[in-house]
């Protein structure tokens, strides 16, 4: 068997193993807190944001992307109660095709309203908000042929994301270390002097070379992570070393909503199907 068709087979079997059902929950419910807590937390910067800086649908283009803006001008708290709403229904029921899609668009739909304040964090959401459309657990009652499609659809959409979250760290790394201010330290160095970016609560002493181990440090877990991520024997020392990185971030960066939603993004990886079976092994073999 040549390597092409090796591969193919795999890919193949990738689309039509067991779905990752209490994976995906898992997954998308996250996301979902998170925006949730997200809004609420912002809610007053957004009155001001939207006060101050409003967002104006200039073309027929914008007008179908961005539809629910229409409903924030009329009153923005209407607008974000109605992403609550969605999001508490997404919370209560299983993952589906339509809600998904709604809370996808109003997100997108917030996150250019609230331009000014938005993140590295709002795109890495909307991102995985938008895969997760395709990842809906399939409803009960389709035909077979139809449920099929909808099983491979949504394998596909869960490779990708995986993908997704693995070139967000490639690309990232790669271009740090194509950066001479980032192998040189001088990066990690503007980065410290930024007293309204960096916590003024860590002291980080003035050193050269500390400055270059810190960007080296950040170069190789940024492109070793998305490599070893695959790999069984090493995922959970790579799932790891991610989270103490974002946490590093949280705390020395005073940046909390990107690396939470980054460490959420984890939950692809996280066999959920094998620990639950598990668990149910030995509480049988307990009793």
């Known amino acids: 068997m040549n390597l092409f068709s090796r591969y193919r087979n795999l890919f193949m079997s990738i689309l039509h193993e067991e779905r990752k059902r209490l994976t995906i929950s898992i997954f998308c419910k996250s996301l979902y807190v998170f925006l949730f807590l997200k809004i609420l937390?912002?809610?007053?910067?957004?009155?001001?944001v939207h006060q101050y800086s409003p967002y104006e649908l200039r073309s027929s283009?914008?007008?179908?992307?961005?539809?629910?803006?229409?409903?924030?001008?009329?009153d923005l708290n209407i607008f974000l109660v109605s992403i609550l709403i969605l999001l508490l229904l997404a919370l209560i029921q299983r993952v589906n095709y339509f809600i998904s899609a709604l809370i996808f668009w109003f997100s997108f739909s917030l996150s250019r309203l609230a331009f000014p304040i938005a993140n590295g964090s709002d795109y890495v959401l909307n991102l995985f908000l938008f895969l997760s459309i395709f990842l809906a657990v399939v409803p009960a009652g389709k035909s077979d042929s139809l449920r099929n499609v909808q099983h491979?659809?949504?394998n596909f959409a869960f490779l990708i994301s995986k993908i997704q979250l693995s070139l967000i760290y490639v690309l990232s790394g790669f271009d740090k270390i194509t950066s001479h201010a980032w192998r040189s330290g001088d990066a990690v160095y503007s980065i410290i002097n930024l007293e309204y970016f960096i916590n003024p609560n860590l002291p980080i002493p003035d050193n050269q070379t500390l400055y270059r181990v810190l960007a080296w440090s950040i170069i190789l877990i940024e492109l070793t992570f998305p490599l070893l991520i695959w790999f069984t024997r090493f995922r959970t020392y790579a799932l790891v070393a991610g989270i103490f990185f974002h946490v590093g971030i949280i705390f020395v960066l005073s940046l909390p909503d990107f690396g939470i939603v980054m460490i959420l993004t984890y939950c692809l990886f996280i066999p959920f199907e094998k620990m639950r079976n598990q668990s149910k092994t030995i509480i049988s073999g307990d009793n």
Do not use: G, R
């Open 152 to 154: 491979v659809i949504s």
């Open 41 to 48: 937390f912002l809610w007053p910067v957004l009155h001001d």
């Open 61 to 74: 283009l914008h007008y179908f992307l961005y539809a629910p803006i229409k409903l924030a001008q009329f």
